[in-house]
């Protein structure tokens, strides 16, 4: 059948998005950098974020070429892999980090021109801040989409492999954007965190100077992390979550309706147009996005939420639109389905900005406990970040069960049919959680660029006026963060699910390669791509009494722990370092802290860059090893698992990690503004030392499991062939 015309709505949507990145970098770049100060100090922030990713990216391309020659050996060798599988793989790390590093290069130019901006207006530095994330935010939809589209052309166009194997061949490039993404988020995260927390400890409570203070040795390297983790990182994390939802979605699409050629192709690109349509309205969104001079906090997140809630209300729109014009089946089901998956991000942003902006009661609580020490700010911060799970779960579980039984008519059986169609309206509800991450990212690379922005301005001294500016533009970055992170969460969840079913079509495939033959629920021998999903689940005995299946939940949920557990040690040994380090300098270079002395910058910047580079392996190879190991041993039971396990615990150690430090670190923004003793009081020294415990909660370890769940369900599929011969 051939490619309908409809299609090429994707690729064009593509190159919209990143023409329009490319005209909101070029005007970013037309705005003016300030004074000859604030130059200099972009200058040191960029050369080392660029120092930083080119080391990062030449460790990163000896695993790529490892692993790409493993699956060639599988593919041609052994006879167990698709062998447009090697290739797939790594155009997926490739756009991944092409999406990181353009995100990256946009926000090191962008951060000196807020904070100039900053001196004219608070609209200005926010336009400016803003436009430059929806840089990031665009060309993430732009690649992903662009990706995509030629590997279905290719595909469709070259091979006589039917639309269950194009589609799960495809979801092999997902696996090359996980692994890129885990790299950048863990190494990226331990940088900056390891650059924070020795800044802080050492800078802001020991010498009792103020943040961002160019005498302090560690600043530069810790300006230099917001871009490496929270740019560069996020950029690789977010790429893989939509390309992720997209082709999981597109592959259930496949088998749902493989019966029905027709209606199967239209199933398999409909996510595809609906990410093309939310690219358009997240440019509307991204214009919409404006302020007033002395806005609050609440005015700067209205803005923000202007723009962002307009996109998803007319995607929300535009679907009915789609799915009719499309002739897709149950068109009015599915949209409804793709409704409660944009509903639920809403909730779970909505719910993230409560538990950790400053302007609502948790946070504002976390600050007060300050005035009673450190041991209450931190154990307050855990208990709010606890709470914070619930509305998060809750949400996730209500959206799962809608976008299934809207897919299915409102039926919640476990028939055949409806088991895949359910799983279907599962994937798109993902497909519309992201449908609108041109807009929503942008809010989320905003922080960094906002962050960084305040530091220019503290560095050039530029006065009072100008850093209550930035103060406040890095405040609202701190929220739109975390309400990143969660949203970047809650995708993951339901695209992890939408996995599951894709790793039974890829099981089904491998024992088709491999001619094995398997019995259905009446006890007749059939081949496997005969089997429907309740005939795989009896076969393989995937259910809560077969011990393979819970030891493999165990293990899934422990690999969560595992994983948080050696990436908050790497940042705290990176972390001993730089104080070590800080400590030095302030000791041994003779006035630095009355500002007639240089520090090395340089030499805390190779510290953490050093560390990253060695830390970041272990936790990522466990997330790629793991999988295969549980699957050679335990078989598809185990890996189901696996799956369900690490998905349910690291789901709920992500929103609580995340929260809890994104409500630590606006806990002492709180009180710098002036409330509880402000500035130097004893309540701000123990805020800082509960931010600098949130720091790795939220931007090394929290955001890194969303990858996590993800990468585990991608390794799986791309390894079914060796658990199959395992079997």
């Known amino acids: 059948m051939n490619i309908p015309s409809v299609f090429w709505l994707v690729p064009i949507a593509s190159i919209v998005a990143l023409c329009m990145a490319w005209y909101f970098f070029k005007s970013m770049i037309s705005a003016d950098e300030g004074t000859p100060r604030m130059r200099e100090i972009a200058k040191y922030v960029r050369d080392g974020a660029m120092a930083y990713l080119k080391q990062q990216y030449k460790v990163v391309l000896y695993v790529f070429i490892a692993l790409a020659a493993i699956f060639a050996f599988m593919a041609y060798v052994l006879h167990v892999q698709n062998p447009w599988v090697p290739f797939a793989f790594l155009t997926g790390g490739f756009f991944s980090g092409l999406a990181g590093f353009f995100g990256m290069k946009t926000a090191t130019y962008a951060s000196g021109r807020t904070a100039n901006a900053a001196r004219k207006s608070l609209d200005a530095g926010l336009k400016i801040a803003f436009r430059s994330g929806a840089v990031m935010g665009l060309t993430v939809v732009g690649l992903g989409l662009l990706d995509i589209a030629i590997w279905f052309v290719v595909l469709k166009s070259l091979t006589d492999e039917s639309l269950i194997a194009i589609t799960t061949t495809m979801l092999t490039f997902g696996m090359g954007a996980s692994t890129q993404a885990l790299f950048a988020r863990v190494g990226g995260g331990i940088y900056t965190k390891a650059a924070d927390v020795g800044a802080d400890i050492v800078g802001k409570v020991e010498a009792d100077i103020p943040e961002d203070d160019p005498r302090n040795p560690a600043t530069i390297a810790d300006n230099v992390g917001d871009n490496v983790g929270d740019v560069a990182g996020m950029g690789a994390d977010l790429y893989e979550s939509y390309c992720g939802s997209i082709l999981s979605t597109a592959a259930l699409g496949a088998a749902a309706y493989a019966l029905t050629p027709e209606l199967q192709l239209k199933a398999v690109i409909a996510p595809m147009l609906i990410a093309a349509v939310g690219v358009f309205l997240s440019l509307l969104g991204i214009f919409l996005v404006r302020t007033k001079e002395g806005a609050t906090m609440r005015d700067l997140l209205k803005s923000l939420s202007l723009g962002t809630n307009v996109a998803a209300v007319l995607i929300a729109g535009a679907t009915f639109a789609i799915l009719y014009l499309l002739g897709v089946e149950n068109w009015l089901g599915l949209s409804f389905s793709v409704i409660s998956g944009l509903a639920a991000g809403v909730i779970i942003g909505q719910a993230t900005e409560y538990y950790t902006s400053h302007s609502y009661k948790p946070t504002q609580k976390i600050s007060e406990a300050g005035l009673t020490g450190s041991a209450t700010v931190i154990i307050k911060g855990i208990g709010t970040g606890m709470i914070s799970t619930c509305i998060p779960v809750i949400t996730i579980g209500v959206a799962i069960l809608m976008s299934y039984m809207c897919a299915n008519g409102f039926d919640l059986s476990m028939s055949s049919e409806s088991l895949a169609h359910g799983l279907y309206g599962v994937g798109i509800a993902a497909v519309g959680m992201l449908s609108t991450l041109g807009i929503t990212l942008a809010t989320d690379a905003y922080g960094p660029i906002a962050d960084n922005a305040g530091g220019n301005a503290e560095m050039s001294e530029l006065g009072e006026e100008v850093r209550h500016r930035t103060d406040a533009l890095d405040a609202l970055g701190n929220t739109t963060a975390a309400t990143g992170k969660g949203f970047a969460i809650g995708s993951a969840a339901l695209t992890a699910l939408a996995l599951l079913a894709s790793y039974i079509e890829e099981i089904k495939i491998a024992m088709d390669r491999a001619d094995v033959m398997m019995t259905n629920v009446k006890g007749e021998i059939i081949t496997a791509a005969e089997a429907t999903i309740p005939d795989f689940m009896n076969f393989f005995q995937v259910n809560l009494m077969n011990p393979k299946v819970l030891v493999g939940a165990f293990i899934g949920a422990m690999a969560a722990f595992l994983f948080c557990g050696l990436t908050m040690e790497a940042v705290g040994r990176a972390a001993q370092k730089m104080v070590v380090e800080v400590r030095r300098q302030f000791k041994e270079i003779a006035g630095i802290l009355e500002g007639k002395a240089t520090p090395d910058y340089g030499r805390c910047v190779e510290i953490?860059?050093?560390?990253?580079?060695?830390?970041?392996?272990?936790?990522?190879?466990?997330?790629?090893?793991?999988?295969?190991?549980?699957?050679?041993?335990?078989?598809?039971?185990?890996?189901?698992?696996?799956?369900?396990?690490?998905?349910?615990?690291?789901?709920?150690?992500?929103?609580?990690?995340?929260?809890?430090?994104?409500?630590?670190?606006?806990?002492?923004?709180?009180?710098?503004?002036?409330?509880?003793?402000?500035?130097?009081?004893?309540?701000?020294?123990?805020?800082?030392?509960?931010?600098?415990?949130?720091?790795?909660?939220?931007?090394?370890?929290?955001?890194?499991?969303?990858?996590?769940?993800k990468l585990m369900s991608m390794v799986s599929i791309v390894m079914a062939g060796l658990t199959v011969a395992f079997m």
């Open 608 to 709: 953490s860059t050093r560390a990253a580079q060695h830390e970041m392996i272990l936790p990522s190879f466990l997330a790629i090893l793991i999988p295969i190991i549980v699957g050679c041993l335990l078989g598809v039971a185990g890996v189901m698992g696996l799956l369900i396990g690490g998905l349910a615990g690291g789901f709920t150690l992500a929103i609580f990690m995340a929260n809890a430090g994104g409500a630590w670190d606006n806990a002492k923004k709180n009180v710098e503004e002036g409330n509880f003793g402000g500035k130097g009081s004893f309540a701000h020294k123990a805020t800082i030392v509960g931010d600098t415990v949130g720091d790795p909660f939220k931007d090394t370890s929290g955001p890194s499991l969303n990858i996590l769940i």
